[in-house]
């Protein structure tokens, strides 16, 4: 990326910050063009779906993560009824899965979108924000320890379903969540989804040791 383009984005990022973007438009119209150029290697549709918001994105955006009620209700709404679940009705399902795929972080690369590749699986990348099993020492802290969540919240059917909820989409709680909707935008199965509330929950896990 040029100086020039450096700039602009940090401009741009500023802008964001103060709330002074929505007055200048030709910043916006500037960055989408520098944005859209880094996904130069991907086509056209792969681009939109990148690069457009959906309404939750969308809402979020316009509210700075902060979104009165109105608008809060709405995400909860529209989070709500992306929920899916796995064809057999089981939220808790294999936690040596579920390791697997808290430690990948493979596909999805910003800069190029590649394909998926055969036999490489989709990861939920859980270690790059949370402390999950206590002995590995490659964790994140941009969310919070859930180091024996398991212990704490046991495998009640009201937790085991709280908590696969939460994985597959968090905003159906917690409005303009950071937490990626893994679930809901199709990243990981119903499936997966239930093999990583197994990594959590299961006493025999990791996490729970």
Not at 113 to 125: A, E, H, K, T
Request: hydrophobic share 35%.
């Amino acid at each position: 990326m040029s100086r020039r383009s450096r700039i602009t984005v940090a401009a741009f990022l500023a802008l964001v910050a103060t709330g002074a973007c929505a007055a200048d438009p030709t910043v916006i119209e500037r960055t989408e063009e520098i944005v859209g150029r880094s996904f130069s290697s991907a086509t056209a549709d792969e681009r939109k779906t990148r690069l457009d918001q959906d309404e939750v994105q969308a809402l979020c955006s316009m509210h700075h993560n902060q979104p009165p009620e109105a608008a809060a209700l709405r995400i909860l709404e529209l989070s709500r009824s992306s929920l899916r679940y796995p064809p057999e009705g089981r939220l808790m399902g294999d936690w040596k899965e579920g390791e697997k795929l808290a430690s990948v972080g493979t596909g999805g690369h910003i800069g190029k979108i590649q394909p998926d590749r055969p036999g490489v699986r989709r990861g939920g990348n859980c270690y790059a924000c949370h402390v999950l099993a206590p002995k590995e020492i490659a964790a994140g802290n941009l969310g919070p320890s859930l180091a024996g969540y398991g212990k704490q919240r046991g495998t009640s059917p009201e937790s085991v379903r709280l908590t696969y909820e939460k994985i597959f989409n968090a905003q159906a709680f917690y409005p303009c969540s950071h937490m990626p909707r893994f679930g809901s935008n199709a990243w990981l199965t119903p499936q997966e989804v239930a093999d990583a509330v197994a990594f959590l929950l299961d006493a025999a896990s990791p996490v729970n040791k």
